[in-house]
């Protein structure tokens, strides 16, 4: 007999993500659905506002994806408006991208995602100076001897005598989806507390370039970033080395803890094919070494893979209304006073809030009707998935040397064809395998900044635009860029020196969309499917599934008063 399950909330850091199962007979998942439970409106905020300021207010959809939002959106001005930024503004923007790249990657490993396949309670039966051996057998860090590891063990079994677990509480520790020896899960819980602590130091950067974190300071025509060698006021040399100092430190890290450990868990799992699902991937492309508007110069290349055909990478343009579309058949919206049944280009987008849902409290959701706060974004009618699988994917068609070097010498180490990337294990050594390429350009990127400086460039602003009446009485731009979670858009439609319309349309929307006009599931749905599960009445592996994505849905979640400035809370159940 079948069963109906509900994992809710779904997220560890934040964000209201409910997946509903349909369980069969074998414990095989033959159907899900993905809900966003708290409703989306920042676009209304930012309307009849001034384009400039924008960025401020996007920025704030979340404190995790901190910076994003606001790059994407400056973009999309400068798109609008014809602004061609400094060179040494888009090598700090870059900069500050691949840090929050880093960091995310880093934080969603070992924090958000580690203990879907780490079991915290077994490293307390570890032999330290085993994990030892294990440690330095597949890296040169130096925390790893058999008295560094029995403090970390001490630890945790002070933690479990307490009754009180603190941040490892929530886990299905004992199940029996564990692989990972004893010293292994040692390992990985020591590292886990060594990435809490190095976490704090990359984001340095983003305060020395855009003055805080979270949320740094940017602006349209290039970075508010005063850089002077010679001045205790600006960004001057020393500040200069400590950046550089510490993009080493964050390559050292990536290098000698984050890699070994993704290869050594994953050489566990390898027969965990599990989460592949729609096998079309998406990324808009992003980190030019030139200018932004050129695709060629992109070291993420931009494209779409359908069908897991690597054979081909087909074009995407953004502005063309038949690619991009948003549809709201099964998501508490309107278009036009109508609730479906056509998609529209974020041009035309709008943000129009229509709950139809059952009324709290409530068991399950109404699947067959609207059943979320998110839209349902498709390509060319496509359901996609985004993020570091797809961007690994597209390159790898894309035939960037870079890219399928890595790829290639990474499966040749876990003895695994191409195809086991398409899996909820492969997005997860895709985002440690980026990590690497990414960590990689930082330091490029830095280097090239230095050079400039060096050189006598300190010019990280261009006003020619900045006066509204130069602007155009209309004008549009979209605003892209690759974020950690996948490909992220801004679109802007500027009318007398005002925003008219504003739609964004995030990463988390692609993966976690419910299904279309032509009831095409998302891609958390599709990875969800044909699924078993050991014990559903602790489903680890839809955790592992959803999880392996990154979802962040406070990207999709919010909306102030207008009138009151009080945040509006949504509750469902």
Not at 38 to 53: K, T
Not at 299 to 307: D, F, H, T, W
Not at 376 to 386: A, L, V, Y
Request: aromatic fraction near 8%; glycine fraction near 8%; charge should be negative.
């Amino acid at each position: 007999m079948s069963e109906h399950i509900v994992v809710d909330p779904i997220t560890r850091i934040e964000g209201h993500l409910r997946i509903e199962a349909d369980i069969d007979e074998t414990g095989v998942i033959k159907d899900a659905f993905s809900s966003g439970t708290a409703v989306r409106g920042l676009e209304l905020i930012v309307r009849d506002r001034d384009p400039r300021d924008v960025w401020a207010y996007v920025q704030r959809i979340c404190g995790v994806c901190t910076t994003v939002h606001a790059l994407a959106s400056v973009r999309s001005v400068e798109d609008a408006l014809k602004i061609k930024i400094p060179r040494n503004a888009h090598l700090i923007r870059d900069i500050m991208n691949e840090a929050i790249y880093i960091h995310d990657h880093v934080v969603h490993f070992y924090h958000l995602h580690a203990l879907d396949w780490v079991d915290v309670v077994s490293a307390t039966q570890a032999n330290p100076a085993e994990t030892s051996r294990i440690a330095q057998s597949i890296s040169s860090w130096p925390n790893s001897s058999p008295g560094y590891f029995t403090d970390v063990q001490n630890k945790i079994k002070k933690l479990i005598a307490s009754g009180q677990l603190g941040i490892f509480a929530n886990g299905y520790w004992g199940h029996k989806a564990y692989k990972l020896p004893p010293e292994v899960n040692l390992l990985a819980v020591a590292h886990y507390l060594e990435a809490l602590d190095w976490q704090k130091e990359i984001v340095k950067i983003h305060t020395i370039f855009g003055g805080k974190n979270p949320h740094p300071h940017y602006v349209v025509g290039g970075m508010a970033t005063p850089l002077d060698i010679d001045s205790d006021n600006g960004i001057h040399s020393e500040r200069l080395m400590h950046v550089s100092q510490i993009i080493d430190q964050a390559k050292e890290f990536v290098n000698q803890v984050y890699i070994p450990d993704l290869l050594a868990i994953g050489s566990y799992y390898k027969d965990w094919t599990y989460g592949g699902g729609l096998n079309n991937y998406l990324c808009y492309g992003d980190f030019s070494t030139g200018d932004i508007y050129d695709y060629k110069l992109y070291r993420m290349p931009r494209g779409v893979v359908l069908n897991g055909n690597l054979n081909e990478v087909l074009d995407v343009d953004l502005k063309d209304d038949k690619q991009v579309q948003e549809f709201i058949d099964h998501s508490w919206y309107q278009y036009d006073g109508k609730d479906g049944g056509k998609g529209k280009h974020p041009f035309v987008g709008e943000t129009d809030l229509h709950y139809t849902g059952p009324k709290a409290p409530y068991k399950t959701l109404e699947t067959d009707k609207k059943y979320s706060w998110l839209k349902s974004p498709r390509w060319k009618g496509n359901p996609m998935e985004t993020g570091p699988l797809a961007r690994l994917i597209v390159g790898y068609a894309a035939g960037k040397t870079e890219i399928v070097d890595l790829v290639n010498d990474t499966l040749q180490k876990l003895q695994l064809p191409i195809s086991a990337l398409q899996s909820a294990l492969g997005r997860t050594v895709s985002r440690g395998l980026e990590s690497v390429l990414v960590a990689g350009w930082m330091r490029n990127d830095m280097d090239a900044l230095l050079k400039n400086i060096k050189n006598g460039d300190q010019v990280t602003f261009d006003r020619s635009k900045w006066d509204p009446s130069t602007w155009p009485e209309r004008a549009q731009g979209v605003g892209w860029m690759e974020a950690p979670r996948g490909a992220l858009g801004h679109w802007i439609d500027i009318e007398n020196g005002k925003t008219k319309n504003y739609q964004a349309v995030v990463p988390s929307t692609w993966n976690a969309s419910p299904r279309d006009n032509k009831e095409k599931i998302g891609a958390y749905e599709a990875a969800l499917k044909g699924t078993p599960l050991l014990d559903k009445e602790k489903p680890l592996e839809i955790l592992r599934i959803v999880h392996s994505f990154d979802p962040c849905l406070a990207c999709a979640v919010h909306l102030t008063d207008l009138e009151t400035n009080h945040a509006t809370e949504i509750r469902l159940g």
